[in-house]
């Protein structure tokens, strides 16, 4: 166990199997206390943050006189899963069952046996931390015990008849004290407590007394009846460490402190009331013991004492002088819930002190208690647990390990600092007992308060006790201990349940010091590693042959593949983990060797850590096996990963060399010259003959040559930086002698073997050919790290003569691949540090070769390159105005602009741009920035801008919009010179569209640009030209532009309908509608005079569209003329439509007479909303030719109208209907809630508290709010609670109005709409109705007045429909309604009223359901 305090002990009492052995360990604790010395305090801070081994960690646990009581108060768990050792003890029929207290709840007597099928733990916690705790059963004890117990080097045990029952370290009965006679006179015994040196028992009684034995002897020295108040049971007695002085806890709730004393031998005891039960029932005590070795603490002199009441928790000093520490209140409880207290020392900060763990439900807050240097203690919160169960019993079985029990009998084991879960067990099967009957105090007639009654439903105080690192649980039946098994407990415990790789991962927990509850570990980190790092070997031993054992013999190969998966890496892992490389390759190897499945599995596990390096030193068997067996597999990628992570200087290396070419692994072959060898060029020779034959033919190359030149390329680079290939560096040693090597190979004049025919410098030349510009960023990036070493400096001179001499005088190089050469060497020459020679010549030749006008092939190439090669400092190198005139003879506009930047003469750039077809549309950008752009001189500026306005009509042919927007912001002056220059009349109508039609989406504020009338009217005379379709559309968003010039251009270009639109605008509105009539009446007569063969004719549809822009004419302006003007429109728009029908005979009708007559119907539908009826009727019966009896003519026209009448009738009928019942159902609404009756909420004066029939004999009002306060009206008066609104008394509620300080009601409107100044009131008086103050009965009868309570209803109704729309239409329908409603048409003389809602434009019924209000 962790508490144990003496490692040999320990070990020895771990090591036994029986249920008595156990026993006897917790026995033999008591005397091997005194061998603990505070070497192991000293231990416990050393190794504190190391997470040693918790019985070297362990403080003592509290050492509570050896009372089964004190023990059991003690509120010491641990979880742990729990087997009985002989189940068939729980049935003991010869034990008189009457005689237990109450069983636990999942005992026999109480029926819920489903608890025992819960699962004994939890899957999650097991898998990481084993089992945890060890379970006996006493069975000698067991086989005669009745109820409540107490642990120390002895057990004693108290039951219901008044007996203690004192067992030995054998468990056999050694003293059986007191008698059934006083058993029937004192009750039941209900708590014991043993001193520290087990000389002494205490007993206290169901009936309240308590009796002191000789523990050595049997006899009876005190039996004290007058400690505590006579008719209360005794719950709790405890020793403190001084044997003078106890302390008692009585079902009163009060607690007494006992002192003995012996004078003139006469033993005797002084009792002290140390807490009142009147001031809060006490429950539980603990005080705090301090083990031998901490007797010199200086907390210890204090004699601490904690109690937890029902309200609170209290920690006292009883000496030197009674003193209160701490007063901690609990939070919000469940009353059933069980106060807990438990001390225990535990090192925090490198300091030992007391920590007090108390808890109420399911918080447990953890108290730190120090003492200071001016003997002042202080108490400190600690991080608390938060837990998902009820508590009924805590328990510390050391200083980091925690037991609980929860309310259903399940224990959990816990890590205080990290509150992990460790196990959870189910103790059902215990029988726990509880120690109801006493908390009730039934033996005395159960006078205890309910309170203290409902607690004790779970109080188990008694039946639970800790000492030395175990517990003990009584049941009804037995008595069981518990306690941590060892860490080879727990491992071997994991091994016999077959979960062997559970056990090797608790194992390596333990060797970590990551485990939890440790317990048998002792001695420094080292030497506990060790132990553990043997045990583990032991098991993977087993491991190994339990994973060839259990190998499926029959089946497919993936079957035993399968298997091994799972098995192997399991072994390499703790392996490697416990650096054991010798152990893995030798015994584990051949062990497994003697499968082929399982070897192969073997290889390939080693492949992960080979590769992020974590293996190295494989033996030279393994590792030529690990290649075999991937080369068997065909996995040769892996066999070139695992190559160049390998010392592979024990291996073949010129059969791994030809295996790596032969598969192509060329970063492993490279690495085994490299690091095998010490060999850097004969892997370039090698890839070179490959890569070289076909770029010398000027063959292309494969993927498989591409990826060989790309990684002889960069392995070039890593040799010249130092640095190894594929991945480390280079010894230092090696750098100098590496780089100058592969110098020398690059400037060979021939490669070995050459054929006369081969051209010099073979190498240079064939990476030149490969990847020009890579290769030259290698050299650039040596020549970086070049500084004053002479032979560099000559290295670089010579391979800079190379290049030129093999790239200037071939003409088989692009001039790309020569432009990159040149760029190469205009940086090198750019450097200030620079010691290259290059002949100027060589730069004026590439300038001749790039610029030479008669390869028009690779034209924007040949510019780029030369771009790239002046900005990279060869500018310096050429003559400027050759190369400009070079430039432009050769189009490189680029490059002109590059140079003419550089002489800032902006103005000749612009011609580059528009000259170079690719980029002539980014001059509009360059011109913007230069003129907006500061930091170019007015002079600069103003050549631009004077290029620009020369190159206008470029610019506006090249793209109108951006021209328009250059000219908007930068020539907004000079629009009219813009205009002349431009001479082409589409350009121009072009560019004056995107300057003014807003439409083309440019952005241009129109009012800064202030542009003349004139030239709107000119583009508008263009878009009369060009586009006349679009004329009016551009006028209704165009805005500056005289009316009478523009009607003259588009009476010019005969467009009509824009025209009218124009006179429209203007206000003429008739000429408007002439033009548009005669456009309808020459269409008509187109129609009239076709002839009878054509069935579609489109002029109809002409006809229409024309009709229609006429009507919408009409109706557009019909709103702002009087009758006479209205009848001026639309009675000749119906003649001219009616005239055609005139011209036809009846005999033959016209081919479209039938589309004509619909078109008429639309007309006088139009008509009808603006001209009267009767008046459209009369002027259609006067024409001479219906006049002459032909009026069945236009009896279609006039029904169609009666239609429309009979429509728009029932039409305002029927809404006017539904807007009455609206109204009729608010209005009964309103007058629900006027008449709803009010609740009050009591039936007195919320003011002067009295009935509120008080004073019959006066005519006092009873005023009720609708908030529910009542109160009297003369009440009211006196607190000033009447206010004068609008001429009407209102009174306000008292208490609503007091709380919201409406004394300065300055807001009074809106305070009633929020009802504290309460209008809803009903007045009653309680000896006649009509109240003489009541201020509505003091209105005259003259007119209705609403009283206040209906005054808000109508309120709320407003606000219900919100918006006055609704209300006016209600008063205009009313009016509508009751003087027209015996004429339903008005005549035609009855202008409609201007000021009519229903003649607004944005008027619409919303026809939808009522409302619902909330009542």
């Not at 890590?415 to 009730?440: A, C, G, M, P």
């Not at 727990?490 to 194992?507: F, G, I, P, S, W």
């Not at 479209?1152 to 009826?1173: D, G, R, W, Y």
């Not at 807007?1219 to 009729?1224: A, E, G, S, Y």
Request: charged letters at 25%; aromatic letters at 8%.
């Amino acid at each position: 166990m962790e508490n144990e305090p003496d490692h040999e002990n320990v070990e020895q009492s771990l090591c036994a199997k029986t249920s008595e052995d156990e026993l006897n360990k917790s026995f033999n604790l008591e005397a091997s206390l005194s061998k603990f010395s505070c070497i192991d305090l000293e231990k416990e801070l050393e190794f504190k943050n190391d997470l040693i081994d918790d019985k070297e960690f362990d403080i003592p646990q509290v050492d509570t006189p050896p009372t089964l009581e004190s023990i059991l108060n003690e509120t010491d768990d641990e979880d742990e899963s729990f087997v009985l050792e002989d189940p068939t003890l729980l049935n003991i029929d010869t034990i008189d069952s009457h005689s237990y207290d109450t069983s636990s709840v999942a005992s026999s007597d109480s029926g819920d046996r489903t608890n025992l099928k819960r699962k004994k733990k939890l899957p999650d916690s097991f898998s990481l931390h084993g089992s945890v705790m060890r379970h006996s059963l006493l069975k000698g004890i067991s086989a005669q015990i009745v109820s409540a117990a107490a642990v120390s080097s002895l057990i004693a045990v108290g039951t219901s008849h008044g007996l203690a029952l004192i067992f030995d370290q054998n468990q056999a009965l050694r003293l059986c004290l007191g008698s059934t006679s006083v058993g029937g006179q004192y009750g039941a015994i209900s708590a014991l407590s043993i001193n520290n040196d087990c000389s002494r028992l205490l007993c206290g009684f169901a009936k309240g007394q308590i009796t002191m034995w000789d523990l050595a002897s049997g006899k009876l020295l005190r039996s004290i009846t007058d400690a505590h108040p006579p008719g209360t049971a005794i719950l709790h007695i405890k020793f403190t460490d001084d044997p003078t002085l106890a302390i008692c806890n009585d079902s009163g709730g009060s607690v007494f402190e006992l002192t003995f004393k012996r004078v003139m031998g006469v033993r005797t005891c002084e009792s002290r009331c140390l807490f009142s039960g009147s001031k809060g029932e006490v429950c539980c005590i603990e005080p705090l013991h301090s083990k031998p070795e901490l007797k010199d603490h200086p907390i210890t002199q204090f004699s601490l004492l904690a109690m937890a009441s029902l309200t609170k928790i209290l920690v006292i000093g009883l000496k030197p002088s009674l003193k209160v520490w701490m007063t901690f209140p609990y939070g919000r409880m469940d009353p059933s819930s069980v106060p807990l207290l438990a001390w225990h020392f535990v090192a925090v900060q490198n300091y030992v002190n007391p920590m007090l763990a108390f808890c109420r439900g399911d918080v447990v807050h953890f108290l730190l208690v120090k003492r200071d240097e001016s003997g002042a203690i202080h108490v400190t919160k600690q991080k608390h647990l938060h837990l998902y169960y009820d508590l009924i019993n805590f328990t510390w079985i050391n200083s980091r390990t925690v037991v609980l029990l929860d309310s259903v009998e399940k224990l959990h084991v816990i890590d205080r600092q990290t509150q992990e879960e460790l196990e959870t067990v189910e103790i059902s099967e215990v029988q726990l007992v509880y120690n109801s009957s006493h908390f009730k105090s039934l033996a005395t007639g159960g006078n205890v308060s309910q309170a203290l009654a409902l607690v004790g439903e779970k109080a188990c105080y008694q039946s639970i006790s800790s000492y030395g690192g175990q517990i003990f649980y009584l049941g009804t039946k037995s008595v069981y201990v518990m306690m941590l098994r060892s860490w080879r407990e727990r491992v071997d415990h994991l091994l016999k349940q077959d979960c062997l790789t559970e056990a090797l991962a608790l194992a390596w927990s333990f060797h970590e010091g990551k485990a939890k509850a440790v317990v048998g570990l002792s001695g420094d980190a080292s030497k506990r590693k060790a132990i553990v790092a043997d045990r583990m070997v032991e098991i993977l031993f087993h491991y190994a042959d339990r994973a060839l054992k259990k190998c499926p013999d029959q089946g497919k190969i993936q079957v035993m593949e399968q298997h091994f998966q799972d098995m192997v890496p399991v072994i390499v892992d703790y392996c490697l983990l416990l650096q054991r490389k010798d152990l893995l390759f030798s015994q584990m190897y051949d062990k497994l060797s003697e499968n082929s499945v399982a070897k192969g599995v073997f290889l390939e596990c080693l492949e992960p850590y080979i590769l992020s390096d974590k293996l190295v030193g494989i033996t030279p068997q393994v590792m030529k096996d690990l290649i075999v067996h991937f080369q068997d597999k065909k996995l040769m990628e892996n066999v070139e990963a695992l190559i160049v992570h390998m010392d592979i200087t024990s291996l073949d290396i010129q059969q791994v060399v030809l295996m790596c070419w032969e598969n192509r692994l060329y970063d492993a072959m490279i690495y085994v010259y490299n690091r095998g060898m010490n060999e850097f060029i004969s892997p370039m020779e090698k890839l070179f003959r490959v890569i070289a034959p076909p770029l010398n033919a000027g063959r292309t190359l494969t993927d498989e040559q591409v990826v060989m030149g790309n990684k002889l390329l960069v392995y070039i680079s890593c040799c010249l930086a130092g640095r190894a290939y594929p991945l480390g560096d280079i010894p230092e040693d090696l750098v100098p002698l590496v780089k100058n090597q592969v110098f020398e190979f690059l400037i060979r004049l021939h490669s070995a073997e050459a054929s006369p025919e081969e051209e010099i410098y073979p190498y240079i030349r064939t990476l030149l050919h490969f990847d020009t510009r890579e290769f030259l960023n290698v050299l650039a990036l040596t020549f970086e790290d070049f500084k004053n070493d002479k032979q560099a400096v000559e290295y670089q001179q010579r391979i800079v003569d190379i290049l030129l001499k093999v790239m200037v005088e071939n003409s088989d190089f692009t001039p790309s691949q020569v432009g990159c050469l040149f760029t190469f060497l205009a940086r090198q020459l750019a450097k200030p540090d620079n010691t290259l020679f290059v002949n100027r010549t060589l730069f004026d030749q590439v300038l001749e070769f790039l610029c030479s006008p008669d390869d028009d092939s690779r034209h924007s190439e040949r510019q780029q390159v030369l771009l790239e090669l002046l900005q990279a400092g060869g500018i310096v190198q050429f003559e400027e105005s050759r190369l400009i005139r070079m430039a432009e003879k050769a189009e490189f506009y680029q490059i002109c602009e590059f140079m003419y930047e550089r002489e800032h003469q902006y103005d000749k750039i612009i011609d580059c741009y528009l000259r170079d077809p690719l980029r002539e549309e980014e001059v509009f950008n360059y011109i913007h920035n230069i003129l907006s752009i500061p930091g170019h001189s007015a002079e600069e500026k103003q050549s631009v801008w004077q290029k620009a306005m020369d190159h206008i009509e470029e610019l506006v042919s090249l793209k109108p919009c951006k021209a328009a927007e250059l000219v908007a912001t930068h020539f907004s002056g000079h629009i009219e010179t813009v205009i002349k220059k431009l001479q082409n009349q589409v350009l121009l109508f072009k560019f004056l569209r995107s300057l003014l039609d807003p439409r083309e989406g440019i952005h241009i504020n129109q009012e800064l640009l202030q542009i003349s009338p004139s030239i709107t009217e000119q583009f508008i005379e263009l878009l009369c030209q060009f586009n006349p379709t679009q004329v009016i559309e551009t006028l209704q968003v165009l805005e500056c532009y005289r009316l009478e010039e523009t009607i003259q251009i588009t009476q010019k270009y005969q467009l009509h309908e824009v025209t009218a639109y124009l006179l429209e605008k203007k206000g003429d509105i008739h000429g408007a509608f002439l033009i548009m009539l005669e456009r309808l009446q020459s269409k008509l007569r187109e129609i009239t005079h076709q002839g009878e063969n054509t069935k579609e004719d489109p002029s109809l549809k002409d006809v229409e569209d024309t009709m229609v822009e006429t009507i919408a004419l009409c109706q557009r302006n019909s709103h702002n003329l009087n009758q006479q003007q209205r009848e001026a429109l639309w009675f000749p728009l119906l003649e001219a439509m009616m005239a055609p029908q005139k011209l036809s005979s009846s005999a033959i009708p016209h081919l479209h007479s039938e589309a004509l007559k619909s078109l008429t119907m639309q007309v006088l539908n139009s008509m009808a909303a603006f001209i009267a009826l009767p008046s459209i009727l009369q002027r259609i019966l006067q024409d001479p030719v219906y006049g002459k009896g032909k009026l069945g003519e236009i009896q279609g026209l006039i029904l169609g109208m009666l239609d429309t009448f009979n429509y728009e009738q029932t039409l305002l009928e029927t809404t006017t209907s539904l807007l009455n019942q609206d109204l009729h159902w608010s209005l009964c609404n309103l007058r629900a809630s006027v008449t709803r009756g009010l609740n009050p909420k009591q039936d007195y004066c919320s003011i002067c508290l009295q009935q509120y029939k008080r004073r019959q004999e006066m005519a006092d009002e009873i005023i009720v709010f609708s908030c529910g306060h009542l109160y009297h009206s003369f009440c009211l008066q006196n607190k000033e609670c009447t206010m004068e609104i609008e001429g009407q008394t209102r009174w306000t509620c008292y208490k609503c109005s007091s709380s919201n300080k409406v004394g300065k009601l300055s807001e009074n409107s809106s305070e009633i709409k929020k009802g504290r100044i309460t209008p809803s009131q009903v007045k009653m008086s309680p000896s006649y109705h009509q109240s003489k103050g009541d201020p509505t009965a003091k209105k005259g009868t003259s007119e209705p007045v609403l009283d206040p309570q209906q005054i808000q209803a109508f309120d709320q109704l407003c606000r219900l429909y919100r918006g006055s729309s609704r209300l006016a239409l209600l008063t205009e329908l009313s009016q509508n309604r009751s003087s027209e409603s015996y004429r339903p048409f008005s005549g035609s003389q009855s202008a409609p009223a201007f000021n009519s809602i229903f003649q607004n434009e944005n008027f619409q019924l919303q026809l939808i359901p009522p409302p619902v209000t909330e009542d």
